[in-house]
């Protein structure tokens, strides 16, 4: 006798089988039905669905044997399990396989064989579909055909358990996704800022209670449609946005978390600053949507304003009596005194300055103001050794970067303005300093003056790496530096155009850029010509 | 001797400039309020006008505007000396036509000298 081989992949096979659970479960009609109808068919005494596991064969049905299990060593369906499409033994007498099988010697005495493997879902051959007579039998194709039909039959019973277990899965999953889909509405509608989804075409899905009362506008009169024509969105200085440059928009077309302040437009026709920040929604790297927080915060800024308001008026207030204070200590300090007293002097002049320092930090911080010590004094200047100094200062820096620094004027040529000469300089050195900074080396800088009716224009361009659109609003704001800077390793306070432009408008003068990001930026700023007489 | 009319609201900050102004060799006049400046620029004639910007009764905006609107006084160099320090002031004055800005609690005595015999060499 010869014991059926092993399967290569029995492990994998006998985690299959198990994950059936059909083994040591009770007769079920399904299965039994089949079994029946193969003795009918064949007018044979034994049909049997049989599930090998490790150590025996088992028969989730069986017809025409007494015991429901038997040693996988003695198995014929272990043989039949490894044999594809069929295993037919007419005879086990006249085959050394089977020849001295306790099976065929003793009790049932097999005599004739035929066996169809069925497999699980995922492709395993955890079991035999068989007919078995004590008599040798002559089996026709047409009898091999009808066996794998019924073995096939067998199969679709054995994997629909596993369509239930699916089924029950499903079910399972989606009273968790309900679940989940009620706390984040919950959520949602208890959160103080307007929460708004958007579906990819810009549709929107969900408006919490807050976004309906923010806008006016009524859940069922949003949703559905989309979001850009429910509500006008303009800028801060009342420019209506162009709908592909809409956060929502961008978001959808994979822009990173936008944060900013746009004027909204309610159903009333009314307007409000919001402060929105927008995200993308993604399953499976795919966006499929996206998220709209806002908050109205007009409140915020009615109260920033008396803030700047009351710092500003109560600083101009203090610093009145600190100047006399200043002043007249100043001429204490020159009249005789000994010095003792010129010590004591010095402390209430050291101790004031504190104290008109103090002054200048809380109005710097109310953003409105200079800054310390900003003055101007106006002489009419020629403009042109002025830039060309400005120009050879910040030469040894353009030429570690292999950068060139290009200023042409005429020979002889003179503009003469009335300028602050320190200050102007300094205008030119940030202008310079800046394009150096967000250039990459081999390429140049032009510095340039047109000399118009009213005013004379100053440039200066570079091809550098250029300012973001969306941020170019912000780019004279105090303490600001555009994204694209940080990528470039370069330091920088933000603090440069805040005073460059400062300096231009103190002078009377306009200040502007023309930008494309990764092209290059042209700075321009404005003097008028009136002379000092 | 060379005048200057000093515009300021506040008699102690008057005090403490013109004697700076008296001790540098100059002869001075103050004005009080907007209204007074008018007066007195065209009474007094100085050749340099020492200007505050908070002024009861008129402005020192408003002031300078009318100086430098005037062509009795247009050429009479004004120099803002305020406690205001907002851009837009800073830049409004030099558009009607101010020579200079200084915040007053930035500026010592001898300092404010300087930049009156500066503005006034040109």
């Known amino acids: 006798m010869k014991s059926a081989p092993i399967p290569e992949n029995e492990k994998e096979r006998l985690v299959s089988l198990h994950n059936l659970g059909l083994l040591d479960t009770k007769p079920e009609e399904r299965f039994d039905r089949i079994t029946r109808i193969a003795t009918k068919i064949f007018n044979i005494p034994i049909s049997t669905l049989t599930l090998i596991d490790a150590k025996r064969e088992w028969y989730k049905s069986c017809q025409g044997l007494v015991n429901h299990h038997a040693d996988r060593a003695i198995s014929f369906c272990g043989h039949a399990l490894l044999s594809k499409p069929i295993l037919v033994v007419p005879d086990a007498r006249n085959d050394d396989r089977f020849r001295d099988n306790p099976m065929v010697v003793n009790e049932p005495y097999i005599r004739f064989y035929a066996g169809v493997p069925v497999t699980s879902a995922d492709g395993q051959r955890v079991g035999v579909f068989c007919v078995k007579d004590t008599k040798p039998r002559n089996f026709s194709k047409n009898d091999e055909e009808i066996l794998k039909g019924l073995a096939a039959w067998a199969e679709v019973e054995i994997n629909s358990g596993n369509l239930i277990l699916a089924i029950n899965e499903g079910e399972k999953l989606r009273t968790e996704i309900e679940k989940s889909k009620a706390t984040n509405e919950a959520m949602f509608t208890s959160i103080a800022d307007g929460i708004v989804c958007v579906d990819r075409n810009l549709k929107t899905t969900f408006i919490n209670k807050a976004a309906e009362i923010a806008i006016g506008w009524d859940n069922k009169e949003v949703i559905g449609k989309k979001w850009p024509e429910v509500i006008m969105l303009a800028t801060e200085d009342g420019k209506s946005v162009p709908p592909k440059e809409r956060p929502l928009y961008l978001a959808i077309h994979g822009e990173k978390i936008i944060r900013n302040v746009y004027l909204y437009t309610r159903k009333d026709k009314s307007k409000f600053p919001a402060a929105i920040t927008v995200s993308a929604v993604r399953v499976d790297d795919k966006i499929i949507g996206g998220i709209l927080a806002f908050r109205d915060i007009t409140k915020e800024r009615d109260i920033d304003k008396m803030k700047t308001e009351f710092v500003s008026v109560a600083s101009h207030q203090l610093r009145t009596p600190l100047t006399g204070i200043k002043w007249f200590s100043e001429l204490l300090m020159k009249s005789r005194l000994n010095v003792k007293n010129k010590d004591y002097v010095k402390q209430i002049a050291v101790s004031n300055e504190r104290m008109v320092r103090l002054v200048d930090d809380l109005l710097n911080v109310s953003h409105i103001e200079t800054g310390r010590k900003f003055s101007v004094a106006l002489k009419n200047i020629d403009v042109i050794p002025l830039i060309k100094e400005a120009v050879k200062e910040q030469a040894q820096i353009a030429s570690a970067k292999h950068i060139t620094l290009d200023f042409s004027a005429k020979a002889r040529q003179k503009i003469i303005l009335p300028m602050d000469e320190l200050k102007m300089k300094q205008v030119f050195q940030n202008l310079i300093n800046n394009s150096i900074k967000y250039s990459e080396a081999n390429t140049r800088v032009e510095i340039g003056c047109d000399r118009k009716t009213a005013e004379t224009v100053f440039y200066v361009k570079d091809s550098g790496i250029g300012i973001p659109k969306r941020q170019q609003k912000q780019i004279f704001s105090k303490f600001f530096r555009a994204e694209n800077v940080f990528t470039m390793h370069t330091d920088g306070t933000g603090l440069g155009l805040f005073i460059v432009k400062a300096i231009v408008e103190a002078h009377g003068g306009r200040i502007w850029f023309e930008s494309v990001e990764n092209k290059g930026t042209t700075f321009f700023f404005s003097l008028p010509i009136k002379l000092i007489k | ?122």
Do not use: W
């Not at chain 2, 000093?6 to 209204?35: H, M, P, R």
């Not at chain 2, 010592?108 to 040109?122: F, H, N, P, Q, S």
């Open chain 2, 1 to 122: 001797m060379q005048k200057i009319l000093i515009v300021e609201d506040d008699n102690i900050l008057s005090k403490a400039i013109n004697t700076a102004l008296t001790q540098a060799g100059y002869k001075t006049l103050v004005a009080v309020d907007g209204k007074d400046a008018l007066i007195k620029v065209k009474e007094f004639r100085p050749h340099l006008i020492l200007l505050d910007l908070i002024l009861p009764k008129k402005s020192g905006e408003d002031v300078l505007a009318e100086i430098k609107s005037n062509s009795d006084t247009k050429k009479i160099p004004v120099l803002v000396a305020t406690v205001k320090s907002e851009l837009a002031s800073i830049s409004r004055c030099v558009g009607l036509g101010a020579r200079g800005y200084f915040i007053k609690s930035h500026y010592t005595l001898d300092e404010i000298v300087a930049e009156v015999k500066k503005a006034l060499k040109r």
